[in-house]
């Protein structure tokens, strides 16, 4: 699991919250926050143009004798309102202090809370050793077990960040190298990581957490790049070779995460259906091709954003000897037919590629689906070859490197 960029990490900051709003307990005499308000409230606080407005209605509310909870919710979302409006550093602090002392015993608000509130006094480059005080609480607050192993990663990223700019850069190399453990495709991780290995005097080092992080596929972060060619520079006296470098690098990144992550082989099971239009269709019809497989309903909501992505992709391929079969299963509606709910929303959503019927789940079960959307791909000789579950970051870079390594 990546760990999240700042936004990512006060998204389920919020959600935390935002949980333990729903679930507190009634209070007579309480004020509420309504969750429109809330909305409304969060959204402003990022807008320099309404975040004052925000700022007035929440400490109007602060001030009328409010439940705990939402009080806590308020408090954190004026925060930001803080952040927006650039308030003096030590204001900020004086809120975020205030706040924490409403802050529940649920493990994981406690870790949001701090991880994103030093997330956000880095980025705005202030209160260095603050910032490493509250990354240190939101470790703590971490329950022990293998379940939390994802969010002790992404915990341990923002805490080697913080010790690295406290000036703590040989304890930042030590956590960094665990958050990588857990993240390894971070680039932001392994950015933070050649800075440590710079900080302490260890140039090859830090040239290959650099070159790691602006390998890794599908990534957006370039921020390794320039340090990385004066690295490169210093150590070579010029930047020949370093694209080949890079290049290596980003090729076993691909193989990784593309394909030897998302690697199968058995053989695909056989199925008898038929497409939405009544025609009938088998597994057999595609002997000898390249097969991709989608599993999709449109009650689904990872399948809404990935449906595009496949009509991309089969878009690309489609006359290139690749066959696209949307397998199409639809929750049953009283009432409502389910080859029309599919009818429905692909002719709204612009979805042409060849879709089969599978309502009865035949060609799910067989191919033992656990999640929606689900794509196998299937090689020349009948094997499942490739199974992607969801949603990925890349997704349609992944589903194409998998296509083109089997039509190699």
Not at 380 to 396: P, T
């Amino acid at each position: 699991m990546p760990v999240p960029s700042t936004d990512r990490l006060r998204r389920l900051a919020l959600a935390a919250l935002l949980i333990l709003a729903a679930w507190a307990a009634p209070a007579a005499a309480k004020e509420k926050l309504t969750g429109t308000q809330i909305q409304e409230y969060n959204a402003a606080a990022m807008d320099s143009a309404r975040a004052a407005w925000a700022a007035t209605q929440l400490r109007n509310f602060l001030a009328s004798d409010p439940d705990s909870t939402h009080e806590l919710l308020a408090r954190r979302i004026l925060v930001r309102t803080m952040f927006t409006l650039k308030a003096p550093s030590k204001q900020i602090i004086a809120q975020i202090d205030s706040a924490a002392r409403l802050l529940p015993s649920e493990p994981q608000v406690v870790v949001f809370y701090y991880g994103q509130l030093s997330q956000d006094l880095m980025d705005r480059g202030v209160e260095p050793v603050k910032a490493l005080e509250y990354a240190h609480r939101s470790s703590a607050g971490i329950p022990p077990g293998d379940q939390f192993g994802p969010l002790r990663g992404m915990v341990h990223g923002v805490l080697g960040r913080a010790q690295l700019g406290a000036g703590r850069a040989d304890s930042a190399i030590i956590t960094l190298k665990v958050a990588a453990l857990s993240s390894p495709d971070s680039q932001k991780v392994l950015v933070y990581l050649g800075q440590a290995y710079e900080k302490t005097k260890k140039p090859d080092l830090a040239i290959n957490a650099y070159t790691r992080s602006l390998a890794v596929y599908a990534g957006l972060d370039t921020s390794a790049a320039a340090p990385l060619r004066e690295l490169w520079r210093k150590k070579n006296g010029s930047l020949a070779g370093l694209d080949e470098h890079v290049e290596k690098a980003r090729a076993a990144s691909r193989q990784r995460i593309a394909l030897d992550s998302r690697r199968e082989v058995w053989p695909a099971p056989s199925w008898s259906l038929a497409y939405l239009d009544g025609k009938p269709v088998s597994s057999s019809d595609f002997k000898g091709k390249v097969v991709v497989l989608d599993f999709w309903g449109s009650w689904c909501g990872p399948c809404r954003v990935e449906l595009p992505i496949f009509q991309a992709v089969y878009e690309r391929y489609k006359d290139k000897g690749v066959v696209f079969l949307g397998m199409n299963y639809e929750r049953p509606q009283p009432g409502k037919d389910p080859k029309q709910l599919a009818r429905d929303y692909m002719s709204k959503n612009q979805l042409t590629f060849p879709t089969v019927v599978d309502h009865e789940s035949v060609a799910a079960n067989a191919y033992k689906i656990t999640g929606y959307p689900t794509v196998f791909m299937i090689d020349k000789a009948g094997m499942v070859r490739y199974k992607n579950v969801g949603v990925s970051d890349g997704i349609e870079m992944i589903l194409q490197d998998q296509i083109e390594s089997l039509l190699k």
